[in-house]
């Protein structure tokens, strides 16, 4: 069996699904900016501002939120207070580091339980500017919970999932 080409289909399968994850929290933040442009806009010039405008920028911030973070773990970009964990022994560091993988992990098993139970009891009720179900606003809890999952089951086993590691260089 030849793993080399197997662990390529792996690490092109993630990147690909880390991609397609990426740019659509940049559709959001597109999204956004767009309607509330459209927004002020309308109510300035036209004055009329629509009204699901207001509600819909605020869903894709929420989503927004899950997804940034969620990104913001995979390039490392989280506080991680260090300085202490840094004083004790490599042996220590590595098992605090284990178990601060094994919390993200229940952290990420948090999110997909608990966003898909509440996407489930909103699915009834409807936002008033929109028409759309409530659950629409906790859609990317589940979400934003399996890619954590992916991500810390990844550096756990020492992929690097950094996309846009800033170097160290000076230019």
Not at 72 to 84: C, D, K, M, N, S
């Amino acid at each position: 069996m030849n793993t080399r080409n197997e662990n390529g289909a792996f690490h092109r399968a993630w990147r690909a699904v880390d991609l397609v994850f990426e740019i659509f929290c940049l559709l959001c933040l597109l999204a956004t900016l767009l309607i509330v442009l459209w927004q002020v806009f309308s109510r300035e010039l036209l004055s009329n501002s629509p009204s699901w405008s207001e509600e819909s920028a605020r869903i894709l911030l929420v989503w927004i939120g899950f997804l940034g973070a969620t990104i913001g773990f995979r390039e490392g970009a989280h506080i991680a207070v260090t300085f202490l964990v840094d004083r004790f022994p490599a042996t220590l560091q590595s098992v605090i580091d284990r178990a601060v993988q094994v919390l993200l992990m229940f952290f990420g098993l948090f999110l997909i339980v608990q966003g898909s139970q509440f996407v489930a009891d909103a699915m009834a009720a409807t936002l008033p500017g929109t028409g759309l179900p409530r659950s629409v606003l906790y859609i990317m809890m589940p979400v934003a919970g399996a890619m954590l999952i992916l991500y810390t089951v990844l550096q756990a086993f020492g992929i690097n999932t950094q996309r846009y590691a800033e170097s160290d260089e000076i230019d």
